[in-house]
């Protein structure tokens, strides 16, 4: 069995960051359950709620995983790539709520972009931790 790959000095500070921006959007939407509908421009709901909760949990669990991959030595390639995928799906949910008019098509636009700008730079850094 390989050693596990971890990720040296600048490569180790960018996946912590990346976990540390993941456990800060899940206390934010934990904390703020109705911060991710004003972001889309709709009302606060129940249904809502239940959705920011979600993601929070996903968040979190992205963020602790990773955190805790990084402190167990373990690789993280996998953690960030997960990351990957759920900035992408965050971006695809965002743009088509857009263009169906559920969501402001220029809001929808910008956060579906910070949405995948997130997926670009989290491909880019699992590419590095080959």
């Not at 606060?44 to 602790?64: D, P, T, W």
Request: aromatic share 4%; net charge positive.
């Amino acid at each position: 069995m390989s050693t596990p790959v971890q990720p040296g000095g600048g490569l180790r500070a960018a996946v912590a960051g990346e976990a540390a921006l993941r456990l800060a959007f899940a206390a934010w939407f934990l904390a703020r359950p109705d911060a991710p509908a004003r972001a889309w421009g709709r009302p606060a709901s129940a249904g809502a709620r239940r959705l920011a909760r979600a993601v929070a949990v996903r968040e979190l669990a992205l963020g602790a995983g990773t955190a805790a991959a990084l402190a167990r030595r373990r690789p993280v390639r996998g953690w960030v790539l997960a990351m990957a995928a759920a900035d992408a799906l965050n971006g695809t949910v965002t743009a088509v709520a857009g263009l169906r008019g559920t969501v402001p098509a220029r809001r929808a636009a910008g956060l579906a972009a910070f949405d995948l700008s997130g997926t670009v730079s989290e491909v880019l850094l699992a590419r590095r931790l080959r």
